[in-house]
């Protein structure tokens, strides 16, 4: 859980922004959305080797 302290003189916004940051960083989000719906095993190994392939292919790209 992303946790920020806010400072003395500091803003409710600057603060907000901060929290923000650390929650992307964190990738709470990513994984609230990933556990959204279930998955069958099945679809999620199908999309992990979807993403492995993409990304094979990118990196190939990238040395021609």
Do not use: I, W
Not at 27 to 41: D, I, Q, S, T
């Amino acid at each position: 859980m992303a946790e920020v302290r806010v400072g003395k003189n500091e803003t409710l916004d600057s603060a907000l922004r901060r929290f923000k940051r650390t929650c992307q960083k964190a990738g709470v989000l990513a994984e609230a959305r990933k556990h959204e719906h279930y998955e069958k095993p099945s679809v999620r190994r199908k999309k992990k080797s979807e993403a492995a392939r993409k990304r094979k292919s990118r990196f190939s790209r990238s040395f021609n």
